[in-house]
Structure formats: structure tokens, C-alpha cells
């Protein structure tokens, strides 16, 4: 059977060692007690064996694949550099260097209909693609490609016996501090309860009052334990044993806000040990025991790249060339290639993988439908409660024929009718609405990337993840200005999904965002009227991409929750 | 290194600017402690989450609650001076009042000049305050107040029946139907929210008509010149001689890809080549050459203007611009706006444009335009700020990277390549 692998999704593997470690005690068992009442500071300077950090500005320092060469610096005072700049002028007029040197024929990959996505596998490319701008994501990974990096940090500590190590891969510095973070916690509750305790010696008549004074000033005075000096992350979730669900996402302080720069890998402390469940950890070191040399691990982690980004590289950029399997074909099997496509087939290709909610008729079927759906269209909850609500008594509970009233309004903006069509003639494709939005942020130089963690359409970085927060969180909603989309009658079933957005839905966005700390951005785009496909033999092949892309308009509106109380002065 | 955004979900709380202390559960103890001396808001106490079975803990709770019953069993009187009488007009559905005395008077009604006014120009039109159905509603329930029906002739005294609470929301809001369809109970709830808070609150224009035509306020200021400094510096000329071949000049066009193979000088170029989609820039719109009424949607339109309750510019004579525009929306009968009806909105609300030199995200997050919509569901009200963002004006490429380029001369040098410095 073959695995199903939902783009953008964090690894399995990553969410079963974050279950198993909860399984560790919960923070109603006390600690056993410690001489030391604070928990101990984890100096991060002066950590022998963790690796050297990274610099990210070295490591990031050009924003897209393509090199540039750009003219020495001319000193008036310096004569040598006059020369060195005349020099590099000439050379540069008759031997030109090209913007493409790094990938001359394209970055190698495949597109992949079962997972929607293309595929990435050459290491240079994978590391060309993810240091040069930020596009794609490690299948097995968070967000780079490091799974190959974790398995080798686990294979050379499984072999050292289980020594110390410095881990770089950002999923083990995570588990590191959320480990430390739920220790400090465990203190924190554990200071708690004493002096609950104490407050009910007292009150019992047990307990004098000098005597509590005295044990306060014994614990050092101190009514809770401080945390640890992270200062790029702190929860505060309550003391209640909420633990898996607030230990998935790793909250961060407010004044953490001010400090740009993240230097997560470079503060690995060494405690890792403890971090693997004990069965795990056990099953891992029973295996590497047995083979003694170190075997080459094969890098079974691709890049995912989703198709607005690979049509961006492949078509705005033009460092990538996909290679597309025949329809006839299963992924796996390599033998014919097509030969490399031109964009608008492939920027009509891209739209008919997004807009079929029905796969294809050969190959394998992927995806299922949601399971409230009346033939393919989820349905909104409110309208199926309505339903049930309202439906007549039912004598056999086990009769299926609860009737979901058809004109429900759809959960999502529904795609087009089932038989894919050529891009320019279905200008309301969500594949192209996405890449408007994707190009037009690129293109003033914004890191763009997925924004399905925090609930929005895309995420808006200023120089990358590694650097700062993203800053806004970007909903891209569809407009039709023009006057087919009001006056006929396609145009009015394709606005009917306007409806579907309500006030509650961006009330949510608009909390979430703020939550974390980010501006949400409606990104309006206007639809252009579709082409007629009279004559698309001929008028298919004269509109190229460029005109299809240009037709587009984008609107930007910044969403911001307004306070009464606050803006009186 | 991580995907930094894994962080950032703070269970600490909302930021102190998201804090909105009327939807908190107030501590009453603290109300006890405000002496007319020292009136600073007290700080917050400490949440407990689960019962201790601590005396401490019950004790607390009961000086709390006992505090809250004090505050709420406070008896509310009114003085016999600041008593005030109004009259019911069932034409024109406002009420009026003679010389009414009290601080809330001096930001709300008017005195009608007398062709407007209703009951003719007499000799007591002067001191004749009109009060608009929020106005009334709004003092009625606040108890300042007192209306009265129109007197009959055989009532007692000159006076009209006493016209109660119930009374008043069926006249000033139910009978709206007969009069203009203006006055709901969402445009209530917002006026009466908004005045408890202290702001000013009048009508807008665009009450219930789509208003006037945009005036030269809500579009940017003309160029005062036709070329601008950035097209053609005179320090830098010498720089277009080494800019380099574009690869377009050196391959024939195809149309395979955007940014063809060629030599680039820095990224910017790159990015140049990029551009391709259209964007809507707030600063490319300009007044129209003849005043067209605007077009916008009877469900978004700007219907208050507010200003802050320290405002020391205003005056009932003279308004002044207004501080915010508030914009009534109801909530179950509309859905998140179109293109077109956030743009007619927008249209109709004047340029603000942020400052020229402030920083990037400052800049976007303020906007050109704004408007605030007030989306009422049922009677709960939510305020969002929302401003026509300029993206497209805010090119990142642009901007120079502090640490390098600094020199004139290695400006160009150091531009091309990333390197150390703080990027922003």
C-alpha cells in the first residue's frame, strides 16, 4: 500500500519521541528533593562539546539561486583598486559570467502526483534550494532538510555509548529546551505545593508563624523557582497536565520579539541523553552495536517542494527542470521521462493537480474526501448540526439516509467542475491564485513560505526563518471586479463562494495572528475575465505565461484588532 | 537553527496593547483603595486556578465578592440640579430640551438654525437643543434624562406623560421604519459602547446616503515636481556606465523564463526582472476630474465620526477632522467584504499616509487609508482597524542592509553581495 505522505505536515517520526516522552512522569510526583532548591542554570557559553554555530549570514547570504558580480569597490585613494575595477569591468565584457553558473542545466526534480508536489532529491540541490531563499521543506524534517544530519548525531552517539554531544539538527535542540522547560515547571509546581502546604501547617496551628518565616528564608527567600536564562523561549501555560498538546508548539515570550536573530543552533547543551525514550534509545543502541563499522546511511528525506514554489524556480527563476512522469506511469518507475515541458504546460498542468478533487483516471488514489461530504464538497458544520437537528426521527438507528440538504453552503471555496481546463480559460484556478500572491511577494523580496501553521495562506519573512519571525500573515482572497464574473452564469456559481467567508472565520484568523504576534494581510486578487478557448489550438499557444500572470491585479489590507480602551489618548 | 516561528505561540498572554481590561473579570478589592489622592490603576493580583482548602485563599475570596456587592449596591441619585426634561417630536422622531445644564450637553445635540428647525423659528429657538434618537436613548437609559410625550391638552400640568425606557427604544430605534431606516440597534450599540468609553461620537456624512463626493483629502497630494531625486542622481552617474549587461541583450527573448542567464550586478536587478504582477498602489490614485458620488455598499459605509475623549479641538461649532471613522457593520447579514466594497469604503475615508522615514513594518502595518469597522453580532461589538496596506510601495530589495555599503564608493561594491550586518 502505498504511504501517504501529506505535504507541509511535520514528521511522524518527530511527533511519537515527543508522545514517549511524555510518558515520563507527570508533575504530580515531586522531584526527588534536591539540596539545591533552583534548578540548575544551564550555562550555554562555555559548553565544551557542542559544535560551532552556524552563521547564518555567511550561509544565507544570497536571497535567491542565482549568483551576481557585482564591481569591486572603487577607493579614490587607493589607485590598485582603480585597476582591480578596470580589470574586472573587462573581464566581464568579453568573458561574461553567467547568473546561472550553479545550476547550469536546472536543478534536478520530479513532480509527484500522489503527494502533489515535486520532488527534490540531489543533495547539492536540496542544499542549493533551501540556503538560497528558503524554498521547500525536509519531508522528514521541521522545515530544512536535516534528517540525514539527526541520524548520523544519533548513530555517533549510540556508538559513543550514549556520550555527550553537541546537536545542531533543530529538532534535537527543541526536545533539548522543552525538556529543560518541563523540569523547570516540575520545580515550579513542586514550590508551589510547599508553600500551600506550609499556609495549611499554619492555619492548622501546626506550624508557627516564625517557623514559616524561617523556612522561607531557608528555600532562599524565593517563592518560585526562576526559569532558565532562555531568552528565546518561555511558556507559561498552566500548571494543569496539558502537556501534549502545549508541547508540540514551543511558545516564546514577548520581549523575545526584540531579538532578531535566533541562535537556537548554537545553544545546544549536552543533556540529550535522557531526551530518547527509554525503549527507543535502547532498540537504536542495539542495532549500531552489532555493526561495528560505520555504515553509510542512505538519505531517505527529500525536498518538498510545494508547485507554486517549483513553478516559481522553474519558471520566474529557471534554476529548476522538472521532470514530469507520464501520465501512464506510477511514480516509482523511471524508465521513459517526458522531455522537459514549457511553462505554460506546465503552469496548466500545476492547475489541474490543484483543482481536481478527483484523481486522474489511471494511476493510484490518494486522497480521500473528507467524511461529511455530499460528492466531494465538505460541508460547513453548522449546516450538518442544522441537519441533524432538524431531521425526523429515525425508527433504525442504523438506516443511513440522514438527508444533508444539498444547497449547504461549502466549507472551502469549491473548486472548478471536474474536467480540468486550460489555465487561461479558468483564470479562478486556486493553484494560480496562490502563485499570483507567491510571485508578487517574491518579487518585492520577501521570503514567502507556507503559513498553514499559524492558519493563514503564506507567511511573509523579511530575510528568512532563521533570522526573525515572520511578520504577517498573508489570507489570499479571491475578487472578482470584472463584469463576467457578475453577469453570467459560471461567474455567479464561481462567487458564490464569497458567502463561505464569514465574520467568525476572520475573527479567527485575526486572534490567531495576534496571538503570535503577527499582522494579518488579506491579499485581495483580482480575476481576470477567462479567455475564450475558441480557437485554442492557435490562441492557446500565442498567450505565454507572462501575459496569462500579468492579467492579475493584487490589493493588500492589513487587519489590526482595534481596542476602545487603548486608543483614548 | 529552527523554523523560528515553532516559538513564537506565547501562552504568557496577549501583549499589553491586545489587553482589553473590559473583558476581564474585575477585582473589585481594588476599588476600595482608589482614594481621590493618589488615582493610579492598580495592578492585578495573582490568579489562583484551583482551591487550596486554605483559609487564606477563602478569605480572599470572600473580601473580593464582598467588595463587588459594596461596589454594585452603590446607590445612584440624581441631583435636583442636574435634573433635565426633554420633549418628544414624533415628526422628526428627536427629542428636545431647554438649556440643559450638565457636562454631557457640551459634545452632544445642536441648536437648528431656524429654517431647519422643526417647531419654526420662535423666540425660544435658541435655547432649543435638538438631541438625535442615539442621543436620547443614550441619556434615557443613562438616567440624566427625562422625556416626555408631547403634551395634550388634557394633561395636568404642560407636561406629557413620562416616556420610559421601553418605551424610548421602541419609539427611537423600532419606529426608525417610518422615519429614514437609519437608527438600528448595531449602530446603537456601538454609540452607546463608544460614549460610555468617553469618546465624542457624531453622525457621519454617509449616515444613510452614500455621502458626498470625495474631496481632494482622500487622495495623495499631487508631485510637486515631475522628476524626483532617485531617477537621475548626479553622484551616481558615473555608475551607469558599469552597470553591466543585462541578459536579455545578450540572448533573444524567450519565453521560457523570467530572469534569463545573463550578468546581474546585484540582486535588486534580479528582483527588477521579477515584477511582473500588477498592484494596487495607494499613492497612484488621484481626484478625479469630476465629483462622482461614491459607490459604496449600503452595508459599508463610514457612519460615526469619533473624537477622542481628551480632544481639546473640539467644539460643537466646529468639529474639526475627526480622530477615527468608524464604520457600522452587521454581522449576520454580511460576510467578509468584497474587493469593491472595501475599496468604495476605502475611497471615501481621507489620505493618512505614515511617515516618509519611519521603518518598514511600521509602515505597512499603519497604511495609507483607514477605517475602522465595528461588526456587531447581536449585540457584541468588535472593533478592527483596517488599513490599505502598500506593499507593492516598500520594495525590500531596496533597502540597504545596515553594516555595509555605507561609503559612496563601495556603495556599489559592497551592494551586490549578502554579507555580515543586521538585515532588516
Redesign the interface.
Known amino acids: 500500500m502505498q504511504e501517504i505522505i501529506l505535504p507541509n505536515t511535520g514528521a511522524p517520526g518527530e511527533l511519537s519521541t515527543q508522545r514517549a516522552a511524555e510518558t515520563l512522569p507527570k508533575e504530580e510526583t515531586l522531584l526527588p528533593p534536591t539540596d539545591d532548591v533552583k534548578p540548575k542554570r544551564q550555562s550555554r557559553n562555555n559548553n565544551n562539546n557542542r559544535k560551532k554555530a552556524?552563521n547564518?549570514?555567511?550561509i544565507?547570504?544570497?536571497?535567491?539561486p542565482?549568483e551576481?558580480?557585482?564591481?569591486?569597490?572603487?577607493?579614490?585613494s587607493n589607485p590598485i583598486s582603480l585597476l582591480r575595477?578596470c580589470y574586472t569591468?573587462l573581464l566581464?565584457?568579453f568573458y561574461?559570467?553567467?547568473?546561472?553558473i550553479l545550476s547550469v542545466d536546472g536543478y534536478p526534480a520530479h513532480f509527484s502526483l500522489s503527494t502533489r508536489s515535486v520532488h527534490v532529491t540531489d543533495p547539492a540541490a536540496v542544499k542549493a534550494l533551501w540556503e538560497m531563499g528558503f524554498f521547500g521543506k525536509g519531508s522528514l524534517s521541521?522545515?530544512?532538510p536535516t534528517w540525514l544530519e539527526r541520524e548520523r548525531e544519533l548513530q555517533r552517539q549510540a556508538r559513543a555509548g550514549g556520550g555527550k554531544g553537541g546537536f545542531?539538527a533543530?529538532e534535537a535542540?527543541?526536545r533539548q529546551r522543552r525538556e529543560e522547560r518541563r523540569l523547570f515547571k516540575l520545580e515550579r509546581a513542586r514550590v508551589e505545593r510547599e508553600g500551600?502546604e506550609r499556609?495549611?501547617a499554619v492555619?492548622r496551628g501546626e506550624l508557627g508563624v516564625e517557623e514559616v518565616l524561617q523556612g522561607d528564608e531557608g528555600a532562599g527567600g524565593q517563592s518560585l523557582p526562576t526559569p532558565p536564562p532562555d531568552n528565546?523561549?518561555?511558556?507559561?501555560?498552566?500548571?494543569?497536565g496539558e502537556a501534549v498538546d502545549?508541547e508540540l508548539?514551543?511558545?516564546?515570550?514577548?520581549q523575545?520579539e526584540s531579538m532578531?536573530?535566533?541562535s537556537?543552533?548554537s545553544t545546544g547543551p549536552p543533556n540529550n541523553t535522557t531526551l530518547l525514550s527509554p525503549d527507543k534509545a535502547a532498540a537504536r543502541v542495539s542495532i549500531h552495536e552489532l555493526e561495528q563499522a560505520a555504515p553509510d546511511i542512505k538519505n531517505q528525506e527529500h525536498l518538498q517542494l510545494t508547485l507554486v514554489e517549483a513553478f516559481f524556480l522553474?519558471?520566474?527563476?529557471?534554476v529548476l527542470d522538472i521532470t514530469v512522469p507520464p501520465p501512464d506511469q506510477t511514480d516509482t518507475q523511471t524508465t521513459k521521462t517526458v522531455p522537459h515541458l514549457?511553462?505554460l504546460d506546465l503552469l496548466n498542468l500545476f492547475a489541474k493537480t490543484s483543482a481536481t478533487t478527483k484523481t486522474p483516471p489511471t494511476g493510484p488514489s490518494p486522497l480521500e474526501p473528507p467524511t461529511i461530504a455530499i460528492n466531494s464538497h465538505p460541508l460547513h458544520a453548522r449546516a450538518v448540526s442544522h441537519a441533524i437537528a432538524t431531521a425526523p426521527l429515525l425508527r433504525d438507528p442504523t438506516s443511513t439516509t440522514l438527508k444533508v440538504p444539498f444547497t449547504a453552503a461549502p466549507l472551502t471555496p469549491q473548486p472548478e467542475a471536474l474536467v480540468p481546463q486550460p489555465a487561461f480559460t479558468n483564470p479562478n484556478n486556486p493553484f494560480l491564485l496562490s502563485y499570483?500572491t507567491y510571485?508578487?511577494?517574491?518579487?518585492?523580496?520577501?521570503v514567502i513560505r507556507p503559513g498553514a501553521?499559524?492558519g493563514v495562506d503564506y507567511?511573509l519573512y523579511?530575510?528568512g526563518?532563521?533570522?526573525?519571525?515572520?511578520?504577517?500573515g498573508v489570507l489570499v482572497?479571491p475578487?472578482?471586479?470584472d463584469t463576467y464574473w457578475s453577469s453570467t452564469a459560471e461567474g455567479r456559481k464561481a462567487r458564490e463562494a464569497?458567502?463561505?467567508?464569514?465574520?467568525w472565520?476572520?475573527?479567527c484568523a485575526?486572534r490567531v495572528q495576534?496571538?503570535?504576534?503577527?499582522?494579518l494581510?488579506l491579499c485581495?486578487v483580482?480575476v481576470p475575465a477567462p479567455l475564450s478557448g475558441d480557437d485554442d489550438s492557435d490562441g492557446g499557444k500565442e498567450w505565454?505565461?507572462?501575459a496569462l500572470?500579468?492579467r492579475?491585479?493584487?490589493?493588500?489590507?492589513?487587519?489590526?484588532?482595534?481596542?476602545?480602551?487603548?486608543?483614548?489618548? | 537553527m529552527a523554523d523560528a516561528d515553532e516559538h513564537v505561540i506565547p501562552r504568557s498572554g496577549p501583549l499589553p496593547e491586545d489587553i482589553d481590561l473590559s473583558e476581564e473579570t474585575q477585582d473589585f478589592r481594588f476599588l476600595a483603595a482608589i482614594s481621590n489622592e493618589d488615582a493610579k490603576i492598580p495592578k492585578r493580583g495573582e490568579k489562583d486556578f484551583e482551591p487550596h482548602a486554605t483559609a487564606l485563599q477563602s478569605n480572599t475570596l470572600a473580601a473580593s465578592r464582598q467588595a463587588m456587592h459594596n461596589a454594585l449596591s452603590f446607590q445612584r441619585v440624581h441631583q435636583p440640579k442636574g435634573y433635565t426634561t426633554a420633549t418628544y417630536h414624533p415628526e422628526s422622531n428627536m427629542a428636545y430640551a431647554y438649556n440643559p445644564k450638565g457636562p454631557l450637553f457640551a459634545r452632544m445635540g445642536q441648536v437648528l438654525p431656524g429654517k431647519d428647525d422643526p417647531l419654526g423659528d420662535d423666540e425660544l429657538r435658541g435655547n432649543r437643543l435638538w438631541l438625535l434618537p442615539e442621543e436620547v436613548l443614550y441619556l434615557v437609559e443613562r438616567g440624566t434624562l427625562d422625556v416626555r410625550w408631547p403634551a395634550d391638552d388634557e394633561d395636568e400640568d404642560d407636561r406629557g406623560l413620562p416616556m420610559s425606557v421601553q418605551g424610548a427604544y421602541a419609539m427611537f430605534i423600532g419606529d426608525e421604519e417610518s422615519h429614514n431606516h437609519a437608527l438600528t440597534f448595531e449602530r446603537y450599540s456601538v454609540y452607546s459602547g463608544l460614549k460610555r468609553m468617553g469618546y465624542t461620537v457624531q453622525r457621519a456624512p454617509s449616515w444613510d446616503t452614500p455621502g458626498p463626493p470625495s474631496g481632494s483629502e482622500c487622495y495623495p497630494p499631487l508631485p510637486q515636481r515631475t522628476w524626483q531625486p532617485g531617477l537621475f542622481n548626479i553622484g551616481h552617474w558615473w555608475k551607469t556606465w558599469f552597470a553591466g549587461i543585462p541578459g536579455d541583450l545578450a540572448k533573444e527573448h524567450s519565453s521560457d523564463q523570467l530572469v534569463q542567464p545573463g550578468l546581474y550586478r546585484s540582486y535588486a536587478d534580479i528582483y527588477r526582472r521579477l515584477a511582473l504582477i500588477d498592484y494596487y498602489d495607494p499613492m497612484a490614485r488621484h481626484l478625479p476630474s469630476e465629483a462622482e458620488t461614491p459607490s459604496t455598499d449600503a452595508g459599508f459605509r463610514v457612519t460615526y465620526h469619533i473624537w477622542k475623549p481628551g480632544s481639546q479641538t473640539f467644539k460643537k461649532s466646529a468639529p474639526g477632522i475627526p480622530d477615527f471613522r468608524i464604520a457600522v457593520v452587521d454581522g449576520r447579514a454580511t460576510s467578509v467584504p468584497t474587493l469593491e466594497q472595501l475599496g468604495a469604503l476605502m475611497d471615501t475615508v481621507p489620505y493618512a499616509p505614515p511617515k516618509e522615514d519611519g521603518q518598514l513594518y511600521q509602515k505597512v502595518r499603519h497604511g495609507y487609508k483607514n477605517v475602522i469597522l465595528a461588526i456587531v453580532d447581536q449585540g457584541v461589538v468588535s472593533y478592527l482597524r483596517i488599513g490599505d496596506a502598500g506593499f507593492g510601495r516598500e520594495k525590500l530589495y531596496e533597502r540597504k542592509v545596515r553594516g555595509f555599503g555605507g561609503k559612496r564608493g563601495g556603495g556599489r561594491g559592497g551592494g551586490g553581495r549578502g554579507g555580515r550586518g543586521r538585515g532588516r
Open positions: 552556524r547564518f549570514n555567511q544565507h547570504s544570497k536571497p535567491l542565482l551576481t558580480y557585482p564591481l569591486p569597490a572603487f577607493h579614490p575595477l569591468f566581464h565584457t561574461p559570467p553567467s547568473s546561472h521541521r522545515s530544512e545542531t533543530a535542540v527543541t500551600i499556609q495549611r492555619e528565546l523561549e518561555h511558556e507559561s501555560k498552566g500548571d494543569r502545549s508548539l514551543d511558545p516564546l515570550l514577548a523575545a532578531p536573530l535566533l537556537s543552533a522553474s519558471y520566474a527563476l529557471g514549457p511553462p499570483i510571485h508578487h511577494f517574491r518579487s518585492l523580496g520577501w501553521k499559524f507567511l523579511n530575510r526563518p532563521v533570522f526573525s519571525h515572520a511578520e504577517f482572497i475578487a472578482y471586479t464569497e458567502r463561505g467567508r464569514d465574520w472565520w476572520l475573527h485575526n495576534s496571538a503570535v504576534h503577527k499582522t494581510v485581495y483580482d505565454d505565461v507572462k500572470l500579468s492579475y491585479k493584487v490589493r493588500e489590507f492589513v487587519v489590526k484588532r482595534w481596542l476602545v480602551n487603548r486608543s483614548r489618548d
